[in-house]
Each structure stands twice: as C-alpha cells, then as structure tokens.
C-alpha cells in the first residue's frame, strides 16, 4: 500500500515563501514512474490541483499558482517538493499530495497523504 506523508506546512505572512515536502513509501522501485500532484482545500471549496509532473516530466499547473508555486520530484528519495512564494491569503487551504498510475488530473483517484495545513494571514 503506497502511503504518502506531507510536511511543511504552517503560517506564513502574505509575500513569504513555504516548501512543502511528501515522502512515499510502499511503492517499492516504482516511484519514478508515478504521476505525482498537489492539490489543496480551502474551507467551503472543493478540492483543486496546484502543481502536477507526470513521471515523463510533464506538468500542469493552474495559472493561479504559474510564476510562484514549483513542483520537483526527487525519484532518490521518493519525495516530491512544492516551492510556494510570493504567497498571497487566497492560498490558504489544506494541500495534499496525490500518487497516481494516470493523469486525469481532474479525477480525484489514487493515493493521497493527510496534508498538512498553510495559512496565510498577517
């Protein structure tokens, strides 16, 4: 069973920067060839994809996060990072990492971590 442990959050002040990490573990030598994303939930909304590279090194991303927010994935260490900046109040949300064979990112399938919360308040 692939797990997936996500670390990193916390509070920052609109403009700071956060690294989210998720680590994997149960995917055996396959992790490499896992699609990976970030999704985040904000109270009252539904979850939405943040960042996303398929294991070919294709990415998607929304153009609310293009220019601030940068996935990378370390196969090495089955770990997957998020680099947030420039963060504003209206990413405050839980973020998740999400482990999956396809890439509809659309679908909410596959595995997911806990997440871990970031607030973004002065």
């Known amino acids: 069973q692939v797990q997936l442990v996500e670390s990193g959050g916390g509070l920052v002040q609109p403009g700071g920067s956060l690294r989210l990490s998720c680590e994997a573990s149960g995917t055996g030598n396959l992790f490499s060839i896992y699609n990976m994303g970030w999704y985040r939930q904000a109270p009252g909304k539904q979850r939405e994809l943040v960042a996303a590279v398929s294991s070919g090194g294709s990415r998607v991303s929304p153009d609310s996060v293009k220019g601030r927010f940068t996935l990378s994935r370390d196969d090495a260490k089955n770990t997957v990072y998020l680099q947030m900046n420039n963060l504003k109040p209206e990413d405050t949300a839980v973020y998740y990492c999400?482990?999956?064979?396809?890439?509809?990112?659309?679908?909410?399938?596959?595995?997911w971590g806990q997440g871990t919360q970031v607030t973004v308040s002065a």
């Open positions: 999400n482990a999956r064979w396809d890439v509809e990112w659309r679908m909410k399938t596959g595995y």
